[in-house]
């Protein structure tokens, strides 16, 4: 089992910024690859963006490259997004999930443990 908590969302305007964080337990987190993926009211879950086990490789959705950006401390157990120019878009509750697979899935179904979830809203 592992077990993810995401921390870091909240109210910001358009153009701002912020940070969310995973943070993991239970099983080696360097087994696992690590990707966000956030659900907006009334839409499906959307992928986001994906890390490998050892960081070195990163995938994102077309609707964030540029703006948003995905890291890891394996020392930490702890994933990260960087969100930059936000615009109201990006208004969802955004999830943390983890993969054992080294496939760059993006769907859902590819995940294996998933966090509670953190809202993000951005204000125009």
């Known amino acids: 089992q592992v077990q993810l908590v995401e921390s870091g969302g909240g109210l910001v305007q358009a153009g701002g910024s912020l940070r969310l964080s995973c943070a993991a337990s239970g099983r080696t987190f360097s087994n696992y690859a690590m990707a966000w993926f956030r659900q907006a009211p009334g839409k499906e879950r959307d992928f986001v963006a994906r890390?490998?086990?050892?960081?070195?490789?990163?995938t994102y959705a077309d609707s964030v490259k540029g703006r948003f950006t995905v890291s890891r401390d394996n020392s930490k157990n702890t994933v990260y997004l960087q969100m930059n120019s936000l615009n109201p878009e990006d208004t969802a509750v955004y999830y943390c999930?983890?993969?054992?697979?080294?496939?760059?899935?993006?769907?859902?179904?590819?995940?294996?443990?998933w966090g509670q979830g953190t809202q993000v809203t951005v204000s125009s």
């Open positions: 890390i490998s086990r050892s960081g070195q490789t990163t």
């Open positions: 999930a983890a993969d054992m697979s080294p496939v760059r899935h993006t769907t859902t179904s590819a995940y294996d443990y």
